[in-house]
């Protein structure tokens, strides 16, 4: 079987001075394409800044015979670090939106910088670099986008109310992304990585993290970027070998009648049928709902169950 080769193409990898950034750089380097390092060189709270992170990496790449530029900008500055890849290399194809930083705090404790913060790198940086790659894409009717999202994000995480948010919303930004870049041959796709990191080198013990390797994540990203991968809007959970996609699940649910007997208690009584997933549907988008099809069954009943209503006296909606 041949390899999958981006020779010609520039790839982007935000946050690429070390983690799964660097691994995704190092992999984008040896199979031909020019690579812009970016990283803003802090720390994993988002404190301070050095230009060293991103230079070792091109070092490393350059040695290697490969092509890379270092971009010392936070994502924030998107348009910069396109700047960068546009006066070195006259091109973009693919944008990693993988730069991140954490800043953990119970909600009771989390503060509006704590939260602010969080949302302006993963969320504001991830559009602000894609936004000024967009045009580039559009024109060339060619362009490949990974977002970074994060199980915190998809589950939840005790401690990370700023981070999950963000996380997940990157997702939901991809989604759109696919639809709306789909005519230009633009996909966006949207991995959710467990990796060894100096982010989780903390949280994991170290036989875990000898299994967690970054370099386990980067096929993934290779796969969803190259120019014959189909795939677009989609999220993956990806890590120590194991690669996996997800999706959403609609339960069958319950029809009401919508005339007076339509009341928390009706729904109470039917909240078996609200929440089985013996037969669920698997929904692609918002009209996959027959709207009209429901009304109908719900015209057809003739009045909702008479469950016990739940009485809201004294407290404050
Ligand atoms: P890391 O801390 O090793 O790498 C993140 C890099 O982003 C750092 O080199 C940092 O300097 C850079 N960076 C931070 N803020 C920046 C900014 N404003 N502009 C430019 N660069 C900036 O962490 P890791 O683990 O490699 O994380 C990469 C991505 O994967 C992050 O988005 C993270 O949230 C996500 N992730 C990682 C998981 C893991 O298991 N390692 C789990 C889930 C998500």
């Given at each position: 079987?041949?390899?999958?080769?981006?020779?010609?193409?520039?790839?982007?990898?935000?946050?690429?001075g070390?983690?799964?950034?660097?691994?995704?750089?190092?992999?984008?380097?040896?199979?031909?394409?020019?690579?812009?390092?970016?990283?803003?060189?802090?720390?994993?709270?988002?404190?301070?800044?050095?230009?060293?992170?991103?230079?070792?990496?091109?070092?490393?790449?350059?040695?290697?015979?490969?092509?890379?530029?270092?971009?010392?900008?936070?994502?924030?500055?998107?348009?910069?670090i396109?700047e960068?890849?546009?006066?070195?290399?006259?091109?973009?194809?693919?944008?990693?939106?993988?730069?991140?930083?954490?800043?953990?705090?119970?909600?009771?404790?989390?503060?509006?910088?704590?939260?602010?913060?969080i949302?302006?790198?993963?969320?504001?940086?991830?559009?602000?670099?894609?936004?000024?790659?967009?045009?580039?894409?559009?024109?060339?009717k060619?362009?490949?986008?990974?977002?970074?999202?994060?199980?915190?994000?998809?589950?939840?995480?005790?401690?990370?109310?700023?981070?999950?948010?963000?996380?997940?919303?990157?997702?939901?930004?991809?989604?759109?992304?696919?639809r709306?870049?789909?005519?230009?041959?633009?996909?966006?796709?949207?991995?959710?990585?467990?990796?060894?990191?100096?982010?989780?080198?903390?949280?994991?013990?170290?036989?875990?993290?000898?299994?967690?390797?970054?370099?386990?994540?980067?096929?993934?990203?290779?796969?969803?970027?190259?120019?014959?991968?189909?795939?677009?809007?989609?999220?993956?959970?990806?890590?120590?070998?194991?690669v996996?996609?997800?999706?959403?699940?609609?339960?069958?649910?319950?029809?009401?009648?919508?005339?007076?007997?339509?009341t928390?208690?009706?729904?109470?009584?039917?909240?078996?049928?609200?929440?089985?997933?013996?037969?669920?549907?698997?929904?692609?988008?918002p009209?996959?709902?027959?709207?009209?099809?429901?009304?109908?069954?719900?015209?057809?009943?003739?009045?909702?169950?008479?469950?016990?209503?739940?009485?809201?006296?004294?407290?404050?909606?």
């Amino acid at each position: 079987m041949s390899e999958l080769r981006f020779d010609g193409r520039v790839v982007i990898v935000t946050g690429a001075g070390g983690g799964l950034g660097k691994q995704y750089a190092l992999f984008f380097s040896k199979r031909g394409a020019s690579v812009v390092v970016n990283d803003l060189g802090g720390s994993t709270t988002g404190d301070g800044t050095s230009t060293k992170a991103a230079d070792v990496v091109v070092e490393e790449i350059q040695k290697a015979g490969g092509k890379a530029v270092a971009n010392y900008n936070s994502v924030e500055d998107g348009d910069k670090i396109i700047e960068t890849a546009m006066k070195a290399f006259g091109r973009v194809d693919i944008v990693i939106n993988n730069a991140g930083i954490l800043r953990d705090k119970s909600f009771t404790r989390m503060t509006d910088a704590d939260w602010d913060l969080i949302q302006a790198v993963h969320v504001r940086g991830s559009y602000k670099v894609t936004r000024a790659a967009w045009p580039i894409f559009q024109k060339q009717k060619y362009g490949r986008i990974i977002n970074t999202a994060s199980a915190a994000g998809i589950y939840g995480n005790f401690g990370q109310a700023n981070y999950s948010a963000a996380k997940l919303g990157l997702f939901s930004f991809g989604e759109t992304l696919a639809r709306e870049g789909a005519k230009y041959n633009i996909h966006a796709n949207t991995i959710a990585p467990i990796a060894a990191s100096r982010m989780t080198e903390t949280v994991m013990p170290p036989d875990m993290l000898e299994s967690l390797k970054p370099e386990f994540v980067a096929p993934l990203v290779g796969y969803l970027c190259h120019e014959n991968t189909e795939e677009t809007g989609s999220l993956f959970e990806v890590g120590a070998g194991f690669v996996a996609k997800l999706r959403w699940e609609r339960s069958k649910g319950a029809i009401f009648k919508t005339d007076e007997t339509f009341t928390p208690g009706a729904i109470g009584a039917k909240w078996e049928q609200v929440v089985d997933f013996t037969n669920p549907d698997y929904p692609t988008g918002p009209s996959d709902a027959d709207f009209v099809g429901l009304l109908e069954q719900a015209k057809q009943l003739k009045e909702n169950p008479k469950g016990d209503d739940l009485r809201l006296d004294g407290k404050v909606a």
